[in-house]
């Protein structure tokens, strides 16, 4: 009985991992975030399925939330977010709502955004380059 109940409790994870995958993040461990040039140990970094990067730094000072998808190519704060931390996080939807980030710096707001499948770079709300090296 024990073994039944496993079996369909992995069949169903298997199954919404398939079925959500565009809403998925799962934390990329080897990817590297740059501040201006500078490394930042306290980011974590989590990619979907679709290449969409979130960078999430959980600890005070500056703590901050940052998505970046493919399709608009805008950074912004996630408006809805579940996280198991260190692990993977979970959107609203696949092209999921972000408010864009609040843009302290002089002049317009130019995010300077370049996506590959090893690297992934934007200017922040503060206008310091963030680059983040996928592995």
Do not use: H
Not at 2 to 19: Q, Y
Not at 30 to 35: E, G, H, I, K, P
Not at 41 to 69: C, M, W
Not at 93 to 98: D, L, N, S, W
Request: glycine fraction near 6%; include cysteine; proline fraction near 4%.
């Amino acid at each position: 009985m024990v073994k039944v109940v496993l079996m369909m409790v992995g069949v169903l994870i298997v199954s919404l991992i398939v079925l959500e995958r565009a809403r998925e993040y799962v934390r990329d461990p080897l990817a590297t975030v740059y501040r201006n040039d500078v490394q930042q140990t306290d980011v974590q970094v989590y990619q979907s399925f679709s290449s969409d990067v979130l960078v999430i730094k959980d600890e005070e000072p500056g703590a901050y939330q940052i998505l970046l998808q493919g399709w608009n190519q805008l950074p912004g704060t996630p408006v809805r977010l579940t996280c198991i931390r260190w692990l993977a996080c979970l959107s609203d939807a696949e092209r999921a709502g972000a408010v864009p980030l609040v843009w302290t710096g002089k002049g317009k707001y130019d995010p300077k955004v370049t996506m590959t499948n090893r690297e992934v770079s934007f200017v922040d709300g503060t206008g310091a380059t963030m680059r983040v090296e996928l592995k």
